[in-house]
């Protein structure tokens, strides 16, 4: 008999994320192609009598949630070629499997870090070799773990909208402080779309209301964490784009035009420290 899933509002949008991977899978032409999510969304709906379909994901999400996690797998890939001995830290990392996708050199050490109970969840569908860290990701406690002398990959997929007032701030800069060198990634939401996410029907089907964006890219250089911006990518200008379907593609190409629209759209920052 299904046991059923006992998630708050925040900790579910991690089915989401979960869904639109599995949902891109599936897809004619998928942009990240990752059977890993299918088959545990599969083994969740079976265990658990989850209704994905209660998400009503449309495929500008799907799309948008594929891609930004294929630019991020980019990151974290290209980071540990670079630094063998690296460390990755996955922040908010829910049902995620970029470990499995990204398959990095045996001396990078991975930490994926959540809520206790997501983390279960990792256990218990996610098999991955890494080092699993069931903490708040703004409590400070966990970051003891992390080693002091490896350079380190930060990555930050989804999580800035759902953490409150300046909490994802004084993580970042605890994480800089701790760790001697590396780079922060992140998928950024303006202020404008992070209100306009409550909104959104499947982040609405959920019952969250998400708050926390900004604007300038170069932001996060003033919050005191030896910030330095590397790299914008505006997604709507991604190749990959020549894989959405109609109309979305047309749509998108015409919102490229903008930079100014393309930044309330998805975007991946890349930041050194």
Not at 59 to 65: F, R
Not at 184 to 199: D, E, I
């Amino acid at each position: 008999m299904p046991v059923p899933l006992r998630l708050d509002p925040v900790r579910e949008t991690l089915l989401l994320t979960l869904s639109a991977r599995a949902l891109d899978s599936r897809a004619p032409a998928p942009i990240l192609g990752d059977a890993g999510a299918a088959a545990v969304a599969d083994r969740i709906a079976e265990d658990t009598g989850y209704d994905f379909r209660k998400l009503k994901l449309k495929p500008s999400l799907v799309t948008s949630t594929a891609l930004r996690a294929r630019k991020l797998d980019d990151v974290v890939r290209r980071f540990a070629a670079a630094h063998p001995g690296a460390v990755v830290v996955d922040l908010g990392c829910g049902l995620d499997t970029r470990w499995s996708r990204c398959r990095p050199p045996a001396g990078v050490d991975w930490y994926d870090v959540d809520f206790p109970d997501v983390i279960e969840l990792r256990r218990r569908y996610l098999p991955d070799r890494t080092h699993l860290v069931a903490a708040d990701v703004t409590e400070p406690g966990w970051l003891q773990v992390l080693p002091e002398d490896r350079p380190a990959v930060l990555v930050a997929d989804g999580l800035l909208p759902f953490l409150p007032g300046d909490s994802f701030r004084t993580t970042v800069r605890r994480l800089t402080e701790r760790l001697p060198s590396g780079e922060l990634a992140l998928n950024g939401y303006t202020r404008f779309a992070a209100w306009a996410m409550k909104y959104h029907p499947s982040v609405k089907a959920l019952g969250i209301a998400a708050a926390q964006g900004f604007d300038d890219p170069r932001e996060p250089e003033r919050w005191d964490a030896g910030l330095t911006l590397a790299e914008e990518q505006l997604l709507t200008r991604a190749p990959e784009v020549a894989a959405f379907p109609q109309p979305l593609r047309a749509l998108t190409r015409l919102v490229a035009l903008s930079t100014g629209l393309s930044r309330q759209g998805a975007r991946i920052l890349r930041y050194r420290f």
